[in-house]
């Protein structure tokens, strides 16, 4: 919670292309669920080009989110990362703001590699597990 005792708020960022094409899936049936029970407030959006959550990133007001999630594969996050730094505000949005993964992609490497460095199997649930 911030100071003043609100929620942490998500954004969501799903790539409904990504490795098999179950991105919307895998946040509707394994993840939503889990932020709905943690009572996380969360906002959602569904990319619809490449280059999109740069665009996203780059121009929103990101000031009322705790965090921005990719549920996709390694691609999503670098573009998140990557609209960050189109950002006049960059170096205190680093600061501040975290970035999350959850695995919807093909490979996943970052994803896999997060939750073994934290001792955590490899699931969609486990993802959201650390970012909760």
């Given at each position: 919670?911030?100071?003043?005792?609100?929620?942490?708020r998500?954004?969501?960022?799903?790539?409904?292309?990504?490795?098999?094409?179950?991105?919307?899936?895998?946040?509707?049936?394994?993840?939503?669920?889990?932020?709905?029970y943690?009572?996380?407030?969360?906002?959602?959006?569904?990319t619809?080009?490449?280059?999109?959550?740069?665009?996203?990133?780059?121009?929103?007001?990101?000031?009322?989110?705790?965090?921005?999630?990719?549920?996709?594969?390694?691609?999503?996050?670098?573009?998140?990362?990557?609209?960050?730094?189109?950002?006049?505000?960059?170096?205190?949005?680093?600061?501040?703001?975290?970035?999350?993964?959850?695995?919807?992609?093909?490979?996943?490497?970052?994803?896999?590699?997060?939750?073994a460095?934290?001792?955590e199997?490899?699931?969609?649930?486990?993802?959201?597990?650390?970012?909760?």
């Open positions: 919670d911030d100071p003043q005792g609100a929620p942490k998500y954004l969501i960022l799903i790539n409904p292309v990504s490795g098999p094409g179950k991105a919307e899936q895998i946040w509707a049936e394994q993840c939503q669920p889990l932020f709905e943690a009572h996380v407030p969360y906002d959602v959006i569904v619809t080009h490449q280059g999109h959550a740069p665009e996203i990133v780059a121009e929103l007001d990101l000031d009322k989110y705790h965090c921005v999630v990719g549920v996709s594969g390694d691609g999503l996050a670098s573009e998140i990362l990557q609209g960050v730094m189109q950002r006049k505000d960059w170096e205190e949005t680093l600061e501040r703001l975290v970035i999350g993964v959850i695995p919807a992609g093909s490979g996943n490497g970052l994803c896999k590699t997060l939750l460095a934290s001792d199997s490899y699931s969609p649930e486990s993802a959201c597990f650390l970012l909760l």
